[in-house]
């Protein structure tokens, strides 16, 4: 009741309050341009007349002027200063000084106006023939305009005071009209609360609001008590869903940590040890990815139903999410015992399954842990059983591995590896170093392959062989392939602006990166970015992620090759089976596979090879450069292969950006016909 009545004085006083202050507002904003208005003419006629006394230097007819002020009330003092800033003439009290300092350095004077809490200063220039002689200041006095405000506030509080009166009496009467029926729907709420008779009702016969608001709640009670049955039937079900995985019907992680702290329990009392396996499908997101998630639900329902098979029914199994799944193995003799059940799992997986007419082979990595060897703890448990599992994918995948001390070392080591990377990126802790490649016949310089490098605040110069692998799985190596391509096209861009060159840079492709969609877009945006002439950029790709898809590598290298880059292939030789391939795709250059050129001086096999890639290059029109040469040896009969071009240790070694700027001053640049074009 006492809402209803707080609701509708608070509304009228808020609003009467609301309409007070505007017209207060504008009252107070109409007499400050009335007085303006009434000033204004006065402080003009006095300027006009006080511009001959200035010209003529004639204070006496100045102080004239500004004594006929005094007639008017309103008037409390007026000053004439001259263009020093000194008082020419005045009458009345003294100027503020606040008021007077802020036109001192006025040096563009003009009409202005303040107003202070009891009078308002005028500040008018004195012109004569458009030169300015001085300023006239004039203060009048306030006392009317406040006398009328105060007036306007009087009038206005009793007016406020009579409405809230009035509003006051309206909203005793409302609140009787209103409240009685909620009063009797409060009343018969808490008789259904305290005696949960949900048979209740209550009766009444109005139309309005309020009473539709009883027939509703006579209807909502009906309907409690309908439902209130059904609640009973569905409540077993709601448990099984809260507990349970919604695809598998297995125990979700909620039901397995449950059950596992019972084990734990049971394991305690009984001193017996206690299995958990921790089960991942391997390259599952390759299926989501290719095939569709209603063929990955289909393969984690068949996983599900092939652990069921292979798995006792006393043992707990539980899908924490993904592709996930955990075992609980109580009751078992040895740790001999439980391997023989992974070993069942993993070939329980291993084994083919028909998905949707798809032939799938899905293996698993499992990793185990024990209670309590391994710990005693739920999460210990988990966190060992977990790095086993980790330890099982490093290892190829498709096995399981038993928890050992130290372990999660090598985990820990590269998930502070990875986050040192990700830092790196930001911190500007790569750099790139060059390796140039050589003629063995004139000891010119044609090229020159960028190699990545990381320089670690802690551990020194890193190399790629010990980060690339992980930065190719936690996908960073596409920030790190566009970084260095960026990189690579700047450095020369600024080294053949520098009169060095024109040398062509290679620069490493991923597999991942060179499946980028973004890929071309990526590359033309360095090149246009820098201002590299395309020619003088060339990509490297290995064998092996050509032939991953033989038509879509073509149809993106025939996208690479429009921009006027270079492409070669890394490492050729060690896939026979490109070779077939080799006339579709559109390359400019091989790099015979290092395992060639090592011991190709005492391995006829090496040597045939490598004699085969040559004569095959020479016959496509293609160059051919050695990779790794190291001793005058391996030259020697490289160059009696037809050879010409090669890179290594016996030419230089990897050299940094100013180190490399160094050689390139000294070094003689090979320039072809196409360069020159």
């Known amino acids: 009741r006492g809402k209803v009545q707080i609701v509708i004085l608070a509304t009228t006083t808020t609003a009467l309050l609301v309409l007070f202050v505007i017209q207060a507002v504008l009252q107070y904003v109409d007499l400050r341009h009335s007085i303006l208005k009434d000033i204004r003419p006065l402080v003009d006629t006095v300027g006009e007349s006080s511009s001959t006394s200035l010209v003529a230097g004639d204070q006496g007819v100045a102080t004239e002027v500004l004594a006929k002020l005094s007639s008017e009330p309103k008037i409390l003092s007026g000053q004439i200063y001259d263009r020093k800033d000194d008082i020419f003439a005045g009458f009345g009290q003294k100027l503020n000084p606040s008021y007077h300092e802020h036109f001192r350095f006025n040096t563009a004077p003009k009409y202005h106006h303040q107003f202070y809490f009891d009078h308002v200063c005028l500040h008018q220039p004195i012109m004569h023939k458009g030169e300015w002689l001085g300023t006239l200041v004039i203060q009048a006095s306030l006392v009317d305009m406040k006398k009328r405000m105060v007036q306007f506030t009087m009038t206005w509080g009793l007016t406020i005071l009579l409405a809230w009166l009035a509003s006051y009496l309206l909203s005793c009467k409302f609140r009787d ?165 992974a070993r069942k799992i993993v070939h329980e997986f291993s084994q083919e399954c028909l998905i949707m007419q798809h032939r799938l082979y899905v293996t698993a990595s499992l990793g185990i842990s024990f209670y309590p060897d391994n710990g005693r703890d739920l999460s210990t448990l988990k966190r060992c059983a977990d790095i086993a599992m980790f330890r099982a994918k490093e290892r190829g995948r498709n096995n399981y591995q038993f928890y050992v001390s130290g372990m999660g070392d090598r985990v820990r080591e590269m998930l502070a590896m990875e986050n040192d990377l990700r830092e790196a990126l930001s911190k500007g802790q790569l750099r790139l170093y060059f390796q140039p490649q050589i003629s063995m016949k004139t000891g010119c310089v044609r090229g020159a392959e960028a190699l990545l490098r990381w320089e670690h605040p802690t551990r020194g110069l890193i190399l790629p062989g010990e980060f690339l692998s992980l930065a190719e799985e936690t996908g960073l190596i596409v920030e790190l392939g566009e970084w260095a391509l960026r990189e690579t096209c700047r450095m020369a861009r600024s080294w053949l602006d520098k009169g060095l060159g024109p040398v062509c840079f290679a620069v490493n492709m991923s597999p991942r990166q060179f499946w980028q969609a973004s890929l071309t877009d990526m590359v033309c945006g360095a090149l246009e970015e820098t201002g590299l002439p395309s020619h003088l950029l060339e990509l490297e790709v290995t064998e092996t992620l050509l032939m991953a898809d033989v038509e879509d590598t073509i149809e993106k290298m ?109 070094a003689d640049i090979y320039v072809s016909e196409a360069q020159e074009m």
């Open 177 to 341: 009209v209103i409240s009685e029926p909620v009063e009797r729907l409060v009343r018969a709420m808490k008789t259904v609360s305290e005696e949960k008779s949900l048979s209740l009702r209550i009766k009444d016969e109005g139309s309005d609001e309020l009473g539709r608001l009883t027939d509703g709640f006579n209807e909502m009670l009906e309907q409690i008590e309908q439902r209130d049955s059904e609640l009973a039937m569905h409540r077993d079900r709601l448990d099984h869903l809260a507990h349970h995985d919604s695809l598998t019907g297995l125990p979700n992680r909620l039901l397995f940590n449950d059950r596992l702290k019972q084990a734990i329990q049971r394991a305690e009392r009984s001193k017996r040890p206690l299995a958990l396996i921790f089960i991942d499908l391997d390259r599952f997101k390759n299926i989501n990815d290719t095939l569709g998630h209603d063929v990955g639900d289909m393969v984690l329902l068949e996983a599900a139903h092939r652990l069921e098979h292979s798995l006792r029914k006393s043992d707990t199994i539980a899908r924490l999410g993904g592709d996930e799944f955990v075992v609980i193995l109580e009751e078992f003799d040895s740790q001999e015992s439980v391997s023989q059940i």
């Open 558 to 666: 025939k996208k690479l090759k429009s921009l006027g880059v270079l492409l070669a292939i890394d490492g050729f030789g060690s896939g026979y089976s490109s070779w077939s391939y080799l006339k579709h795709f559109p390359i400019n250059k091989l790099k015979v596979d290092l395992s060639f050129i090592k011991e190709i001086n005492q391995d006829k096999y090496d040597l045939a090879i490598a004699a085969s890639v040559t004569s095959l290059a020479n016959i496509m029109e293609l160059e051919v450069v050695a990779e790794r040469v190291e001793n005058k040896e391996q030259e020697k009969v490289l160059l009696g292969l037809g050879m010409e071009w090669a890179q290594g240790f016996l030419y230089e070694r990897p050299m940094a950006s100013d180190q490399f700027e160094a050689f390139l001053r000294q």
